[in-house]
């Protein structure tokens, strides 16, 4: 078996632990009603968690009983710093059923099928966002060799090796695999599941207290699932729409930001969940905004430490505009002394929780550009001043139609009393929302692909899912021009968005089990694991593994060796091209390009024994793995070489050399 059942669901429950015995006492902050803590506590627990542990265990070892013994000491001074009475930010009357939380499960289980691996007669197949989620291997490093983490991508002689990622979220993955014995592809599966049903916790936790109906929940759920109304408008018009847009990645839904970045959509959550820390403290005035600050600080950290993009430039976009515009009430209430107080101890938490973090990612701007301005490219002939309004009215219209649309239809359908007890609050998604979407249209990052136009807007999609919901709940069915207008949305946008949703989901969970081929790399990927046992045997936990870059290339929808990535639980010395460019910060492209070109050749059989030795010697390629699918298979530089030695083979499948 490629992964097992048992060990994704007990990865799963120790994730759901540690989140919930740290959150539950800090979610008291956030609404008074327990079952609507109960769905925003784990996020926080494990926010909180992910940014302390990653700093406490740069000095301790990552073992089973250091990280318990941890998690039980974070949740004993979360409950002391929350003890006593506090004046949440909500008091939401009402809350989703027992009903509502299984269909969300269930729901929640189809980004994990589309990284589980597919079976098709004795040929194993595995979903596209398996591409991204090569970064399995962070999991297995880190729950192997500890923090600060090697560079299981790519290793050199007279280099640091050190993995320069946002890898919180890999670490908490870790984490459950410390705890558990799961392998990281295992514990990858469980924390994305984990992650999509706690993101869609905390969104149906916002609907249902803004609008303060229960049902909210309930939209909350086909919202989620929609996809853009591009492939939709391609399929009615043909050619129609790429004779005047230009070609150029779209934006992303949830459902397939889920799916293929789970690490982003959490530091996303958590953005979210910190932007209401955040108004507490501006506008709560219960003497308690001081230990918030101190979970505030956490949370941030966590945010960033998961996503450079979603966690952190959306945040460093939001919270200052949120700030300026609470001055006002601020300095009327008398209370700027305590804000600035409850601030700087959260700026001082997030510091010191991600300084490692932020020192470690600093060296990127040594060797590459992180980002660009630039204007979104919407129309063929590259009009800038018709790409500015293109972006609003076209792009964002067609890759988040119903919940866009619908979030301008809020902000004008509510209340008078609404405006004046939710100004605040309403406010802060006024900006939550655009200032990302403004990010994406003139800052793009370069480093591999445009990463930030597409997870920098996970708070925006999350914040319009949330007041969808909330809009749909309270006006469709009523009489009222805004209510018919509401209704009318939902007949005409939802059911193509879910459809094009579903075939997301079928393309890259169920095509491959339906119409699947048995095919000779199919098979050998199933096979693998034997290989990559006995490649275990041979090699130390922190030596790294020379494999064919392109070994079971035709297996992801670009050319990756996932048998590597999800199944050898050792570092590769060099990878493909994509995965050097976006981990290998110490490379330039050129540099990236060059290591890449001389790993290809040497398994296509131009292996030189001098070539053999820079292998081993300058990348550090102590293992060397060979399938019969290599052109080195069978060399005779192999055979006659003092570099590497024949330790383990299965014969007719694959050699191991040392």
């Known amino acids: ?73 974070l949740s004993a ?63 297995d490093e880190i729950a192997q060799n500890g923090l600060p983490p090697g560079n299981p991508f790519y290793s050199e002689a007279a280099s640091p090796n050190i993995l320069i990622y946002y890898y919180v979220w890999y670490f908490i993955a870790a984490c459950s695999s410390v705890i558990t014995g799961a392998t990281g592809w295992e514990a990858d599966i469980a924390l994305t599941g984990v992650t999509a049903l706690f993101s869609t916790f905390v969104v149906a936790w916002l609907a249902v ?107 460093l976009l939001i919270l200052p505009i949120v700030g300026v515009m609470s001055v006002s009430h601020v300095v009327r209430a008398k209370r700027l002394l305590e804000v600035v107080i409850s601030l700087s101890v959260t700026i001082a938490i997030t510091v010191l929780c991600a300084g490692v973090l932020i020192y470690e990612q600093s060296s990127i701007i040594h060797t590459r550009k992180v980002v660009e301005f630039w204007v979104f490219p919407i129309f063929v002939g590259n009009k800038w001043f018709l790409d500015v309004p293109g972006y609003w009215f076209v792009l964002i219209c067609l890759e988040f139609g119903i919940i866009f649309i619908s979030f301008i239809m809020w902000g004008l359908s509510r209340s008078p009393d609404d405006r004046i007890n939710y100004a605040h609050l309403d406010r802060a998604i006024f900006v939550s929302v655009l200032a990302p979407l403004f990010c994406t249209q003139f800052l793009h990052s370069v480093i591999m692909n445009n990463d930030l136009g597409w997870r920098v807007l996970i708070p925006s999609i999350l914040i319009m899912v949330a007041v969808t919901a909330a809009l749909f709940s309270t006006q469709i069915g009523k009489s009222k021009l805004i209510g018919r207008l509401t209704t009318m949305t939902a007949i005409i946008l939802l059911a193509p968005s879910i459809l094009a949703g579903a075939q997301f989901v079928y393309s890259s969970t169920f095509e491959f089990r339906v119409q699947g081929t048995e095919t000779e790399e199919g ?35 670009w050319p990756g060796n996932i048998s590597w990535a999800a199944l050898s639980q050792r570092r590769h010395c060099a990878t493909t091209l994509g995965y050097l460019r976006a981990f290998a910060s110490q490379l330039t492209p050129k540099q990236a390009s060059d290591v890449y070109k001389f790993f290809v050749e040497a398994f296509a059989g131009n292996a030189t024994e001098d070539q053999l030795r820079v292998m081993k010697e300058k990348y550090l390629c102590k293992t060397l793995v060979l399938t019969t699918r290599d052109g080195l298979w069978g060399k005779p530089v192999l055979d006659n070489t003092s570099v590497y030695k024949l330790v383990s083979e299965e014969t007719g499948k694959w050699r191991i050399y040392r």
């Not at 803004?210 to 939709?232: N, Q, V």
Request: aromatic share 12%; with cysteine.
């Open 209 to 315: 207290a803004r609008s303060r109906s229960a049902s909210a929940a309930w939209w909350i759920l086909p919202l989620l699932f929609a996809g853009s109304l591009k492939p939709i408008v391609r399929f009615v018009s043909g050619k129609w729409l790429d004779t005047w847009m230009v070609d150029e990645h779209g934006l992303q839904t949830w459902i397939i930001q889920a799916a293929w970045v789970p690490q982003h959509v959490f530091s996303g959550t958590l953005a979210l969940i910190a932007i209401m820390a955040y108004l507490r403290v501006l506008y709560c005035n219960d003497g308690r905004n001081l230990v918030l600050a101190v979970f505030m600080g956490a949370m941030l950290a966590s945010a960033y430490g998961s996503s450079m993009w979603a966690g952190g430039f959306s945040l």
């Open 77 to 139: 001074v979360a409950l002391w710093l929350s003890k006593g009475v506090v004046d949440p930010l909500f008091r939401t009357p009402t809350s989703p059923g027992f009903s509502w939380l299984v269909v969300a499960f269930l729901l929640c289980l189809l980004p994990t099928f589309a990284i589980i691996p597919q079976h098709y007669g004795e040929s194993v197949g595995v979903g596209n966002p398996i591409w991204d989620h090569v970064k399995i291997a962070i999991i």
């Open 523 to 557: 098979t050998a990927f199933r096979g693998s694991p034997e290989m990559w046992k006995a490649v275990r045997q041979v090699t130390p936990t922190n030596e790294a593994v020379a494999n064919n870059p392109l070994d079971f290339a035709n297996l992801t929808r």
């Open 1 to 73: 078996m490629l992964v097992q059942t048992s060990s994704i669901i007990s990865s799963a429950l120790v994730s759901s632990a540690i989140g919930y015995a740290i959150g539950i006492p800090v979610s008291k902050y956030f609404d008074s009603d327990i079952r609507m803590r109960l769905l925003i506590a784990p996020v926080i627990g494990l926010g909180m968690f992910g940014a302390a542990g990653v700093s406490i265990f740069h000095l301790l070892p990552l073992t089973a009983i250091n990280l318990i013994l941890i998690v039980l000491a």
